[in-house]
């Protein structure tokens, strides 16, 4: 790197790119000014720049940390209207009539797949999640795995995959057995030993909820490692059962009724982004 | 927002900002002036200012198109000594001698699973396959997903992901059986007919390789759908066999060896990230 001085518009740009690149991950104020050669004292002052910056423009938050353990972090966060309008585009994604499937089944794997809506819809569960300070993020393979891996990229914990079968190459491990709504038989999951520290807090991610029997599954397999849940959140919900197994959740849609015949999808965004089901 | 003017300093921010946190997703000119209140040609000025900041600090490229349906885009890189510090301290974590198995086998759930690792390591097999233009990345269920979702998002193309049985709620499906040389048994991967269009190019992506049958399974996948595949790329892959069936590939750790009694693992990065087996 050359030794030419960095103009602080130049600085602002670093900075961004760097705590923009690693959502939710403290950097302290030394690494940040290290690579720039200016003084942390000058960072600050940059990091006081970009924060009403990123306010005005709706690009999420920055945390700065005080003392000597001080730095920065970038929470990606944003406004309400910008939701609104990303779970309506979602929405109408969703109505596609070639997305209803023999058995009035809705085909939605490229949705929850695709790391532009996975990454999109990760960033929401994690601003409506983080207040409730989940340490983890779990889900059971397969659909979940890239909603939840954005979620935990977002909130900046580590992901937790439940397996329907207990691995040997994932060593010794936790089996549950629970039942399945959606296939009305009794299924297993399980999780390695070695994954999920007790006095965890795990919010649970997935693509579909029905009536939550999954989801109370995932709920008491945390609850064999001594872990709290946070709660559950998930891309699509049925409206029927109003009441689920796994409570509080949060749905971005809210799924009413598939027409086989007529290929019609009746839907409905949910506005509300508090989660359902509280005690 | 408020009308006040926007300085350059904070213009720089803003467009790094929304760059970065969409990575190969093409912003045409007014998408990126709008919000600022600026015109195109502004917008353009900043662009060619930001390319050279990018390139001298490693923060990757920027990528602007001329024309009518002129814009920019962002895409992930990093300097090769950046990559190789990023593989030693891989490697370092891997060697743990607690990630040692019963049966020899190596816990690296953890690690392939890890947001944070996942996108290092996504972002390097971006950066090494795309100059063969992959349109698509396909892994198979489970361990390879987070993987595979990072390095589909630093490529901006879309994520398939091979069940292991097919699902009726996927609809129609393409499925194909393949010797398993982990488990020495056939097994059976599918994929839904609609998720591939002819004349796509897979980047199949995996963590872990020891034969090739996995991989070599999912190239036959794709060739189902007359796609052609760019190769394979893997977090790790052992020594032995030294000749796979899934050519050309790349893998980051090379495994030599685990011993059970000392849980001493004998590895080494990859320091040579062109992939090997080319015809």
Not at 81 to 96: H, P
Not at 161 to 180: F, K, N, Q
Request: aromatic share 6%; net charge positive; charged share 20%.
């Amino acid at each position: 790197m050359s030794r030419v001085e960095v103009g602080r518009a130049e600085r602002l740009a670093v900075l961004t790119a760097r705590l923009v690149a690693h959502p939710s991950q403290l950097f302290r104020l030394e690494e940040l000014a290290g690579p720039l050669g200016v003084a942390r004292s000058t960072v600050s002052e940059d990091l006081a720049t970009l924060g009403p910056v990123f306010a005005r423009f709706g690009l999420g938050r920055i945390e700065t940390l005080q003392g000597a353990r001080g730095g920065a972090r970038y929470l990606p966060e944003q406004p309400a209207d910008a939701t609104s309008r990303m779970l309506a585009q979602l929405g109408a994604a969703v109505k596609e009539p070639a997305r209803v499937l023999p058995g009035g089944f809705l085909y939605l794997t490229d949705l929850v797949c695709s790391p532009v809506w996975a990454a999109r819809l990760g960033q929401i569960f994690a601003q409506a999640w983080r207040p409730a300070g989940p340490t983890h993020v779990l889900t059971v393979e397969t659909k979940g795995i890239p909603l939840a891996l954005m979620t935990a990229r977002s909130l900046g914990v580590p992901l937790l995959i439940a397996r329907r079968d207990a691995r040997v190459t994932e060593g010794p491990a936790v089996s549950i057995t629970y039942l399945s709504g959606t296939t009305g038989r009794v299924q297993a999951m399980s999780l390695p030993r070695r994954a999920l520290p007790p006095g965890s807090a795990v919010l649970i991610v997935d693509d579909f909820m029905r009536g939550g029997g999954t989801a109370k599954g995932l709920i008491d397999l945390a609850g064999e490692f001594g872990a709290k849940v946070s709660g559950v959140a998930v891309a699509v919900a049925t409206a029927t059962p109003a009441v689920k197994r796994a409570n509080p959740y949060l749905a971005l849609l809210v799924l009413n009724r598939v027409d086989e015949g007529t290929r019609w999808v009746d839907l409905e965004p949910n506005l509300d982004l508090t989660p359902a089901g509280l005690p």
